[in-house]
């Protein structure tokens, strides 16, 4: 399933529970911009949303589209190697060693 940029924005604005003019702030942009954008109603540049994003704490990454169902069975298995067994006997994922490292960084328990 594919979301739109202002889909994942919004998304990822509320998941941090920041409103738009705290997601502004942050990124040096105005409120309306990033009202505008969640909504549609206008196309950002690539720099924008990189802008953007970071503020939320993420980074973008431009997939090939020939790779783009690999790396969506990626996510989706939650960083799971093929074949790699589930359950509680499993060894942790990419996704849980990334966590785990940041928690680590900031001096959180995991």
């Keep these: 399933m594919s ?6 924005l919004r998304e990822a604005r509320r998941a941090r529970g920041l409103s738009q003019a705290e997601l502004a702030e942050r990124a040096g942009l105005s409120r309306m911009t990033v ?7 206008i196309d950002a540049r690539v720099s924008t949303m990189d802008v ?6 993420l980074e973008l990454a431009v997939v090939p ?10 996510l989706a298995s939650g960083g799971r190697i093929v074949a790699q067994p589930a359950g509680v006997g499993a060894p942790p994922s ?10 680590a960084r900031r001096g959180r328990p995991t």
């Design 94 to 103: 990419i996704v849980d060693l990334v966590v785990q490292g940041d928690a």
């Design 52 to 57: 953007l994003f970071r503020a939320l704490g």
């Design 35 to 41: 009202q505008k954008l969640e909504a549609g109603a």
């Design 65 to 74: 589209t020939a790779l783009k169902p690999a790396v969506d069975a990626f």
């Design 3 to 8: 979301i739109s940029w202002a889909q994942a």
